[in-house]
């Protein structure tokens, strides 16, 4: 690698980390060490291909995809972590709604299968279409709908203290929940 491809690739990891870390945070269930480790993968792949690729957000994002795909396909069975449950009162009026709403769902999130999780995660905080993510997890289109229609299912079930605020954002709509989480 080129002192100037190698200047590039430092530029691009600088400004896009916290980003990648995110993405990867939300795929992983929240769970940072796994997170960082995905991030990592990725960018050592991308280093390899660094002269070729057009569109390194593209490819690296690609690259966590299809590898924490491989990791759910390796950890089946899967044992579901069980969290306690969050306190009653949740209407807190100290500006702290849009923090314990992140909270919630980051940690309803964590309670879905590594499947479920990827599946709502392009799907909604990624915003990639149904035939987007088809292409990404390399499924049908069929697949990505059922998939999603059931983990929002089971994402409801699991963690009903989130009906509260979809039923507010119903009313006053916002980036926070997934589309079609609240109905």
Known sequence: MDPQDHERF??????????LLRLANLLTGGDRHEAEDLVQIALMKALGRWRHIDDPEGYVRKVMYRQQISRWRLRRPHREATFAALPEDQGVADGTA???????????????????????????????????????LGCSVGTVRSTT???????????????????????????????????
């Open 10 to 19: 430092e530029d691009f990891v600088d400004a896009r980390w916290s980003a």
């Open 98 to 136: 849009a923090a314990d709403l992140r909270i919630t769902v980051g940690q309803a999130l964590a309670r879905l299968t590594a499947r479920q999780r990827t599946m709502l995660v392009l799907r909604y905080f990624e915003d990639l279409s149904e035939t987007e993510v088809a292409g990404v």
């Open 149 to 183: 229609h059931r983990s929002l299912a089971r994402l409801r079930s699991l963690a009903p203290e989130l009906a509260a605020p979809a039923q507010a954002a119903v009313a006053a709509p916002s980036h926070t929940l997934p589309k079609g989480a609240h109905t």
